[in-house]
């Protein structure tokens, strides 16, 4: 049964197993894997790599959509077969080798790897490891619960392993939608309008002839983790809602909003479940990963449409969308993740872009990578895609953590991802500033006034006056400017 | 004759004096004014409303295109006419103010002002002050050497004051490609696929019942003070023409290279002259500011198609071009300038963007903006629009300056306009560093190796090697990252 999947007959002999695949990939290769936040990733040949560079030493560059599932970045990077590490990661493991400086890591908007390998600005792509759902007559392939880079991996690289997921039901036939933008200096439009608009085919192109092995696997993507909402996400998604409610009293946006943007974890899921008591309606989504919110939004009524590169769900979710694709599948779609993220699109539908900060400060400049300014935690992703060219760039964070020993609003960001130019509403539990129109030294007063937490409300103003009186745009003092940082490495707070 | 370029009878009754003009703006107001670096701009009735603000002690908020010529921004800083300003400025004694923080300035992504205003998240235009070459039958205006936000300012405005400006031939009708897309949520694809596709009107539409005041003025735009190359710049130019040609051999681009930006100033000049002996063809340009290198080019047979939003050259340029429209005029286009600089038209057309940096650190942070952290110098104008969404984004600074007291290339830079994600070649006097494809840690040896001064060399790769013992994707050591800072501002000079 399993065979039916390769609908194309002169590939059938191509079938192997994990660890004969794993053999194709040889020591200082260029490996590009489909995955996005854990869906639709390489489920065994990886891992079967991973095992056998542990014992043979070797070592690769391995590029993929986002972050992959099942530990599998971990033991990569336990076995040490990852030199280099592209785009973006959020493994305990991986991140650990990656601040020793064992595994190079490039941080990329995750918008930009396909171009970038199409530009020829990245080294070419020895072998793809691709998940599908199944293989059809022409060759071409049907992915399962991501697209991600897939497209160019297939498009560019030398050689491609398939992973058959027998997991997947072949009825994902149609959720994706496979567009490539044009090589230079020949592009052209691409023609999206609105969030639901399908402008590609069905399946990814793929030359039958690159195919060097076929596995079959039959196992579900990680789950997503779902934290449950607790006091401070509640309290930012009000804030975020409040604010929304106020726009559309103001006539500058309709109840329908525009399409949103959320970024992973259980604020973006508190907001966007903030929705379903609301009087908004229609909603949509022009967002790169689709988590188990945007299905409960659907099933109340409130979302009519979804896009995104990737569907992150829980387990009982899964079984909810995947189980009944007729009930979703004219809801949502999944895109290429240069287009799903591509700026052209964010600035052209409006999108709102609601993603999650580590730390900002007081100009607005945002932190979403680093910790204490050299440590990286998971990676850029897709927030500059969006923050950068969106109608409206939101990023949020806690006020304070660890018994209140960090403030996430500080003087100066230790590593800045989001400027100050590209910012327009900051939100912490505390509060919301709305930063769209006001100078520098209006935004500080107002980021002080809204978002800092009680405890660091006056060291923050004493601060900001002090380099005032100072002078400049952008009042600073340098010599001060990380000293929160430096006190909690050295004392354990944040505090004076 | 001057009544002849009013050609709507109607509107002959609102002439006036600069004088009478400058009293229909009232303290408070927001205004708009023409104006992209020094092209088109107000030749008199901002003047006149500086000089009344002064004596009456008015103040008022003022968005241009960019900067202002003849000194107004000047004049209007000095007489307290201003209490906002966005989204650039280039004037001495307005950044002496912004830096006191008695002029709050807002600097903005010059594509994104329109935007804002468009969706009401600015204040709205009280009155808007337009040079134009004359008034169409339909009450339409014809915009002089730059469009910049005057076809949004046009639009918004709830009154309008022309400048008709007679030392701008009538000729210039034809030059402007007017093109507004709609507002959201029904925007469509801007459809330009190619640096010389017109797609607009010609003229911008104006509902003439808005029209309050027209004055003449007969006087050209401040001429552009181009500096020589000196050794440094032509050292620059070197390094990247040289860099072309590899890319060249590479495959990686034809001789044709693709449409290329380039920011204002001595460094982009000698870029674009030293094409002129070269072996490239057919070049084309996508940029912001057309300077006398572009028209030098056009002359040497080199450039087949340049479009901006604006015409800043010399004296001698602007009769050698506006002399002779009949022989450049299918050469150039001036869009508005969230046309010129959209993100998703220069991601589409596969932009190559050079800009000019007042420092950057070892990572590939770029400082565009700011002296020591607080003091803005100019503003980030289009190099952000362009950087982030270039198919190649180069940087350029001199690698020391003030006999060497200062470095450019840093161990952190004080402010960061364009992050790590967004850059990809990094240019001093010194040399080249091509970034792409590289991990922060290999990008500062790179840096270290090929753009820093000498005389810092050692002292920088011992802030990295020391920084790198203590671990981290982008190893910092954050007590000392703006050592280099203080000690310039303590000891008069960056070296230890």
């Known amino acids: 049964m399993a065979y039916e999947r390769i609908r194309l007959e002169s590939l059938k002999d191509k079938v192997m197993t994990a660890e004969q695949a794993a053999l194709l990939i040889n020591n200082g290769m260029v490996v590009g894997s489909s995955g ?47 030199s280099k590490r592209m785009p973006f990661q959020v493994d305990r493991a991986l991140r650990s080798k990656i601040n020793t400086g064992e595994v190079l890591f490039i941080d990329q908007h995750l918008s930009e790897s396909a171009e970038l390998l199409h530009n020829k600005n990245l080294p070419p792509v020895d072998i793809a490891v691709i998940e599908v759902a199944y293989i059809d007559r022409d060759g071409s392939i049907v992915p399962t619960t991501s697209v991600g880079n897939s497209v160019t991996f ?23 939608d496979i567009y490539q933008a044009e090589d230079y200096p020949y592009r052209n439009v691409i023609p999206i309008v609105a969030p639901w608009n399908k402008i590609g085919r069905k399946t990814i192109p793929l030359d039958p002839s690159k195919v060097v092995g ?33 726009e559309v009293l103001l006539g500058h946006l309709t109840d329908r909003l525009l399409p949103i943007q959320a970024g992973i974890g259980k604020v973006a899921n508190a907001v966007l479940m903030g929705f379903k008591d609301s009087n908004f309606y ?31 769900v829980s387990k009982d979710c899964y079984q909810r969308v995947f189980g009944n694709l007729q009930k979703y599948r004219d ?19 409006g999108v709102i872009a609601i993603n999650t900060a580590i730390e900002f400060d007081i100009y607005g400049n945002v932190n979403s990578t680093h910790i204490s300014g050299s440590k990286i935690m998971n990676g850029i992703g897709g927030s500059g895609d ?43 539990d505390i509060g919301l500033a709305d930063l769209r129109g006001l100078a520098p030294r209006e935004r500080a007063q107002k980021i002080i006034d809204n978002c800092v937490h009680p405890d660091y409300r006056e060291q923050l103003q004493s601060y900001f006056d002090r380099a005032s009186e100072r002078g400049g745009h952008t009042p600073h003092l340098l010599e001060e400017a990380f000293s929160w940082h430096l006190r909690l490495m050295d004392a354990g707070s944040m505090k004076k």
């Open 331 to 349: 809801k949502f779609v999944l895109r290429p993740q240069n287009i799903s993220n591509t700026p052209g699109l964010i600035r052209r539908l």
């Open 214 to 246: 076929i596995v079959f696997t039959d196992m579900l993507d990680s789950p997503a983790d779902i934290a449950p909402a607790d006091p401070k996400t509640t309290a930012i998604a009000k804030h975020i809602l409040e604010f929304f409610e106020n």
């Open 154 to 176: 297939a498009a560019l690289a030398k050689q491609v392993i398939l992973e058959i997921n027998t997991a997947v039901s072949e009825e994902v036939y149609g959720i994706h």
């Open 386 to 428: 969006f923050a950068r060219n969106a109608y409206l760039s939101i990023f949020v964070t806690q006020a304070a953590s660890k018994e209140n020993a960090i403030s996430h609003v500080l003087p100066m960001v230790s590593h800045v991802d989001h400027t100050e130019h590209d910012v327009d509403i900051l939100v912490t």
């Open 36 to 82: 996005f936040t854990k869906a639709g990733d390489s489920k065994v040949v990886l891992p079967a790599f991973a095992a056998r560079a542990k014992s043979e030493n070797l070592k690769i560059t391995l590029m993929t959509g986002a972050s992959l599932g099942h530990d599998t970045d971990g033991k990569l990077a336990e076995a040490g077969a990852l």
């Open 282 to 312: 229609d909603l949509t989504m022009f967002s790169e990963v689709l988590q188990d919110s945007t299905f409960d939004l659907i099933d109340a009524g409130k979302l009519s449409f979804a896009s995104a590169s990737s569907v992150t």
